[in-house]
C-alpha cells in the first residue's frame, strides 16, 4: 500500500510570508551584489584607463546609493500599496455595518 501523500500547497497567508521574505532576501542580495558589481566595473574601466582606485571606489559607492534608494522607494510603494487596501477593507466594513444598521431600522 503507497504511504500517504498530503497536499504540499500553501495557503495564501503562507504565500504572503513567503513573499514577505523573499523581498528581505532580495533587498539583501541587492544591497550586497549592486555595489560589488559596479565596482568589478570601475576595476575593469580603470585597468583600461590606468586610473586603477578611483572610478572602483566612485562606482562602488554609486551601487550602495543606488541599491538604497531602490530598496527605500521599493519599501515605500509596498507601504502605500498596504494602506491602500486597508483603507479600502476598512471602508467595505463600514459600508457593510451602514448597510446592516439601514436594515435593522426598517424592520
Do not use: K
Not at 521574505?21 to 551584489?33: D, P, R
Amino acid at each position: 500500500m503507497p504511504p500517504q501523500t498530503r497536499s504540499r500547497a500553501l495557503n495564501s497567508s503562507q504565500w504572503r510570508d513567503v513573499n514577505d521574505g523573499l523581498f528581505g532576501a532580495h533587498a539583501g542580495f541587492e544591497m550586497a551584489f549592486a555595489p560589488a558589481l559596479f565596482a568589478l566595473l570601475g576595476l575593469w574601466i580603470d585597468s583600461m584607463l590606468g586610473t586603477t582606485p578611483l572610478l572602483v571606489i566612485a562606482f562602488a559607492i554609486g551601487g550602495v546609493i543606488g541599491a538604497v534608494l531602490s530598496v527605500y522607494y521599493r519599501y515605500r510603494y509596498a507601504m502605500a500599496e498596504a494602506s491602500r487596501v486597508r483603507q479600502q477593507a476598512e471602508a467595505e466594513l463600514a459600508e457593510l455595518r451602514d448597510g446592516s444598521a439601514v436594515s435593522e431600522g426598517a424592520t
